[in-house]
């Protein structure tokens, strides 16, 4: 009974950077961990990044470390992807996810995700 909506997906420029948010509803937002995805047209889901309940602890993939942050204002009940250093292969749909609290984040594992929003288009010219 989690509700997702992303926005903040557009068209940017190689280089260039964007931000994504993540908003949620319905159970308590700090009951879990949270991720982002992303997936391009013909491929798997991707895993991006992941951020413990609290917020103290994050993981990246190896794509987007150095590049990409993701945070979480659990006040606002909303998970942010702040994505910097933009590459074409970045291009994607980019979905927002809600697993169990303290250990989704750690696997970043799309199959240990439970809540899922409809995504955000990103796309990287060159």
């Known amino acids: 009974q989690v509700q997702l909506v992303e926005s903040g997906g557009g068209l940017v420029q190689a280089g260039g950077s964007l931000r994504l948010s993540c908003a949620t509803s319905?159970?308590?937002?700090?009951?879990?961990?949270m991720g982002w995805f992303r997936q391009a047209p013909g491929k798997e889901r991707d895993s991006v990044a992941a951020?413990?309940?609290?917020?103290?602890?994050?993981k990246y993939a190896d794509s987007v470390r150095g590049r990409f942050i993701i945070s979480r204002d659990n006040r606002k009940d909303t998970v942010s992807l702040q994505m910097n250093s933009l590459k074409p292969e970045d291009t994607a749909r980019y979905y927002c996810?809600?697993?169990?609290?303290?250990?989704?984040?750690?696997?970043?594992?799309?199959?240990?995700?439970?809540?899922w929003g409809q995504g955000t288009q990103v796309t990287v010219s060159a």
């Open positions: 951020i413990s309940w609290s917020g103290a602890y994050t």
């Open positions: 319905g159970r308590a937002f700090d009951n879990y961990d």
């Open positions: 996810a809600a697993g169990p609290r303290g250990g989704s984040w750690q696997t970043l594992d799309p199959k240990d995700y439970d809540y």
